[in-house]
């Protein structure tokens, strides 16, 4: 990562000058200032938030990067952290990368104005995690498996939760399943899918033919439109896997409208069991991750490596069925 000596050099300047230059002290020529802010554009030089380049003090703050604050999924694993780093004397500073705030949580992750920083966002590269991740600054990633020096992870057994989905199909009868699967390029909607392939081969089923797999966004709207596809093909499957609990959301939405009865006509099965999942009509048979504890656990990840002990590696937590009304 470039720092400030690097900006100096680059300029020909001494450090200190460089400092007083990037800070837009009066002490400074305009010429030289220039040039000390040419060399931090070329070098895309960040000033370190708090501290400058001086070792940043321990801010007792942790940062949470999520796609989507708002999200329900996402509910539990805040609560998880939040208690977590509350019993450690921890604070939590949270943003999301939706949409434009995708560069303000970039910077934040540059600056490390924080001790540390836990995310939950595909749409932040693996590049940037490594680049980041230092002794002083742990990164914990909830979302992927990376192997780096600082970078450690915590996800749920989405394989095993794919591979249970399609078990519970099969063994009560099933002949005809079908697929709402996540984003192609997202890790969670790739595992579940793997371990639901890998459970039809392990019966000698076919695999879900191409008109009964429909890809989504993992959002109720996308699940709508997919579950709109499949009715509109006519020869509906009789048991559906939906890759999230949002998604299944607007896939009863659209079964109900066209008249298709679930469970009677169409068993659904989403992932992640979302509290609304117990409340919707019929509530929903899911896949639960278990929320809390895989907050709780990258919580506790973060604090044990800033306390000087070394936290496992990699974490994956087991998922489980939950059976309600929509499945048969």
């Known amino acids: 990562m470039t720092t400030i000596k690097d900006v100096a050099k680059r300029a020909g300047v001494a450090v200190s000058t460089a400092s007083l230059a990037l800070n837009q002290s009066e002490r400074v020529s305009p010429s030289t200032a220039e040039k000390v802010m040419k060399a931090a554009q070329e070098l895309q030089y960040r000033k370190n938030g708090w501290a400058r380049d001086l070792k940043m003090q321990k801010t007792q703050m942790i940062g949470l990067i999520l796609h989507d604050l708002s999200g329900p999924f ?9 208690q977590t780093l509350l019993s450690y004397g921890y604070g939590l500073i949270a943003c999301s990368t939706l949409g434009e705030t995708l560069g303000t949580a970039e910077r934040f992750l540059h600056e490390r104005r924080v001790d540390g920083v836990i995310i939950f966002s595909s749409d932040i590269k693996d590049q940037t995690l490594i680049d980041v991740s230092r002794e002083d600054f742990p990164v914990v990633v909830m979302d992927r498996v ?11 057994h989405n394989h095993q939760g794919g591979y249970q989905a399609a078990e519970y199909f099969i063994k009560r009868g099933h002949k005809a399943i079908g697929y709402i699967s996540g984003p192609a390029n997202n ?3 790739q595992l579940r899918l793997k371990g639901f392939s890998q459970c039809l ?3 000698h089923f076919a695999d879900v033919p191409t008109k009964w797999h429909i890809r989504g966004d993992y959002s109720q709207q996308g699940g709508y439109q997919a579950a709109r ?8 499957p009789t048991g559906l896997f939906v890759s999230n609990d949002e998604m299944a959301f607007g896939a009863l939405k659209a079964f109900a409208e066209a008249g298709v009865r679930v469970p009677e006509d169409l068993s659904v099965i989403g992932f992640d069991d979302v509290e609304l999942s117990q409340y919707v009509r019929p509530s929903l048979t899911t896949i639960k991750q278990p929320k809390f504890e895989m907050g709780s656990l990258a919580a506790h990840k973060v604090i044990q490596h800033l306390q000087g002990d070394a ?4 974490s994956v937590l087991p998922t489980e069925l939950i ?3 929509s499945s048969v």
């Not at 996402?74 to 952290?81: P, T």
């Not at 936290?311 to 990699?314: A, G, I, S, T």
């Open 229 to 236: 596809l499949l009715i509109e093909q006519g020869n509906l």
């Open 74 to 82: 996402y509910a539990s694993i805040i609560k998880g952290i939040e």
């Open 311 to 314: 936290p496992k590696e990699h």
């Open 323 to 325: 059976e309600r009304e």
């Open 187 to 189: 890790l969670d909607s």
């Open 201 to 203: 081969a392990d019966y």
């Open 146 to 156: 990376l192997s780096h020096p600082y970078l450690y992870s915590v996800t749920a």
